[in-house]
């Protein structure tokens, strides 16, 4: 498999039966920083950012690639030092990183050797542990759609 120039970032939920909203965030293994974040990783051969988000959910937290998905309009570029590298030569210093949100309301997760544990938390204690501004306006910008969904009541 051909590493792909950009990275995901999934951002898992799930709606409590009172309507409020948790946040799902992973702990890094220690030898990779031992912070808290999303499921992140990059895209392979010619996958959508969509499909890397599915497969990447899938590998980090056992995620069903059938659950509910929806791509967030944050968008932010991202060094490749601090991904992969130069992988792609001296000339590609950035790529794209798009974000995701999905809904594991009833689904049990299992986490992969790259992280320790995981956390069911309040959007205010994601913002709180997320370690990268990008990831927190991912959040923000996940948790203002959900809300205003829940108070139309079309979730």
Sequence with gaps: MTRAPFQVLVLPYRVLDDGSL???????????????????????????????????????????????FVQLDRFAMIPVDSVCGFLWGEKILVIPNYSF?????????TLSDEHTGYRWVTYDDARRLLRWEDNRNALWELNHRLTCHLRKGLT
């Excluded at 946040?23 to 890397?52: F, K, V």
């Design 22 to 68: 948790r946040y799902t965030l992973l702990r890094r293994e220690p030898s990779t920083g031992g912070y808290w974040l999303g499921i992140a990783g990059g895209g392979e051969d010619n996958e959508t950012p969509l499909e890397a988000a599915r497969r990447e959910a899938c590998e980090e937290a056992g995620i069903s690639p059938e659950s509910g």
């Design 101 to 109: 949100g999905v809904e594991v309301n009833h689904q049990k997760l």
